[in-house]
């Protein structure tokens, strides 16, 4: 059975810096392409970011490009997301995932292509 379970979400200022991690168990991690997802009440999932399987290639929706890094660590488990010059607009409930049959380059960004997922980490960005 794989799980994963993000940590590191809380409340931070304008400006302010967070990382995320995810950490997956039960699964073959090295070869899942990973992916950070946001929700607000009310809202659809949306897609923030996502890794391919080596770590060596990424997609980021235009929102957070130059302000969030995403990253991976086969030998730990963990995919990243590194979170700077938060706004207020990134508050949200963020939520990783892992695509257990990726493409062989660049990682997708579709919700539906993702089959597993954790429980999600508050994000509050104060203004």
């Known amino acids: 059975q794989v799980q994963l379970g993000e940590s590191g979400g809380g409340l931070v200022q304008t400006g302010g810096s967070l990382r995320l991690s995810c950490t997956v168990s039960g699964g073959t991690f090295s070869t899942y392409a990973m992916g950070w997802f946001r929700q607000t009440p009310g809202k659809e999932r949306e897609f923030v970011a996502a890794i391919n399987r080596f770590g060596n290639e990424t997609v980021y929706t235009n929102s957070v490009k130059g302000r969030f890094t995403i990253s991976k660590e086969n030998t730990l488990n963990t995919v990243y997301l590194r979170m700077n010059t938060l706004k207020p607009d990134d508050t949200a409930v963020y939520f990783c995932?892992?695509?257990?049959?990726?493409?062989?380059?660049?990682?997708?960004?579709?919700?539906?292509?993702?089959?597993?997922w954790g429980q999600g980490t508050q994000v509050t960005v104060s203004s």
């Open positions: 995932a892992a695509d257990r049959n990726p493409p062989l380059f660049a990682p997708r960004a579709s919700r539906s292509s993702y089959d597993f």
